[in-house]
């Protein structure tokens, strides 16, 4: 199960406490209370694994450390270590306390997420020639505490978009290195496919219906991932009695979601072509006038045809 929509709430460390202490040493008394430590920082790091917010399934609160307490002979307590969060690559930070947004668009960024409070002086620290003997210490500041929820809106090259069971898996498969689960019935795919294709990202978006928008089928927590991608590509299967349907019941889809989706550059592709025959298909591509390339995963050349398109996205990119 993919988690791409969370809530969770994060607690940086308290700053420690300065120490009030004085030395006992004849001839060298004096104050020796040190200074606190800080409290830890909470980050968060992009990475390319999609599935890396599947650790706040139930894991909704992350707490650091605080900072140690000041010792006495001038010793400082130690700063507290910091904690890494790991998420995806295209992950939204809404900061639900400050409402403010954040994102992590590559790989290995490093963004702050709540930082931790700054420890306390000892009271070494506020000896003077007036005040020899200072009694006072400041406790440690505390650390960011924050309601934060994370959204991922995946960044691809290439999004893959049609009604369930168009072959949209078996294309990403044919294509790239990727595995996803591939079978003949609507919604094999539940979750989003990455795959990539030398230096494109391609993303198999799992199939939207008519109403999508408005939380059918797989719903409209799906077509947020299409926001990000840079090109479309349209997938209609070849056995549609009517192209021209079923390519304007994706596209109202996404224009109801978001109009600036119909701006994105789109590849129209018929699938399942060695499913039909040729005059039918030949037929329904006239009505369609569209121009829409035919393709089967089980004929070289048509595959070919897409890889051509591929390379020259990727030389323009």
Do not use: W
């Not at 963004?111 to 306390?120: E, I």
């Not at 003077?128 to 200072?134: A, L, Q």
């Not at 089980?298 to 030389?315: Q, T, W």
């Amino acid at each position: 199960m993919l988690i791409d929509d969370v809530i969770i709430k994060v607690k940086a460390g308290d700053g420690g406490k300065g120490a009030v202490n004085f030395s006992k040493v004849p001839g060298a008394l004096g104050p020796t209370g040190g200074s606190g430590g800080n409290g830890g920082n909470i980050y968060f790091v992009g990475v390319s694994e999609l599935d890396a917010l599947n650790q706040f399934r139930f894991r909704k609160k992350i707490i650091a450390e605080n900072g140690q307490n000041g010792k006495s002979q001038c010793l400082d307590g130690a700063n507290s270590p910091d904690i890494y969060l790991k998420v995806p690559v295209g992950t939204v930070v809404h900061n639900l306390t400050t409402h403010t947004d954040l994102e992590i668009t590559k790989v290995g960024e490093i963004v702050l997420a709540a930082k931790g409070g700054k420890g306390g002086k000892g009271n070494y620290y506020f000896r003077s020639s007036v005040n020899t003997t200072p009694t006072q210490a400041q406790t440690g500041l505390p650390g960011e505490e924050f309601e934060l929820r994370l959204e991922l809106k995946m960044i691809a090259d290439i999004g893959l978009v049609g009604l369930p069971n168009v072959g949209k898996s078996s294309l990403l498969k044919e294509l790239t290195n990727a595995d996803p689960k591939v079978a003949n019935y609507p919604f094999t795919t539940l979750e989003p496919n990455l795959g990539v294709y030398y230096d494109l990202i391609l993303a198999d978006i799992p199939g939207l219906i008519e109403g999508a928008h408005t939380g059918k089928g797989l719903g409209i927590k799906f077509l947020r991932h299409i926001e990000r991608t840079k090109i479309i590509f349209h997938l209609i299967s070849a056995e549609s009695e009517n192209y021209k349907i079923d390519y304007q019941i994706i596209r109202k889809e996404l224009e109801e979601y978001d109009p600036a989706l119909l701006k994105k550059p789109e590849y129209i592709f018929i699938t399942k072509s060695d499913l039909v025959a040729t005059e039918i298909l030949k037929e329904r591509l006239t009505k369609f006038r569209k121009k829409a390339v035919p393709i089967s995963i089980y004929d070289y050349d048509s595959i070919e045809k897409v890889k051509k398109v591929l390379n020259k996205i990727m030389a323009k990119k």
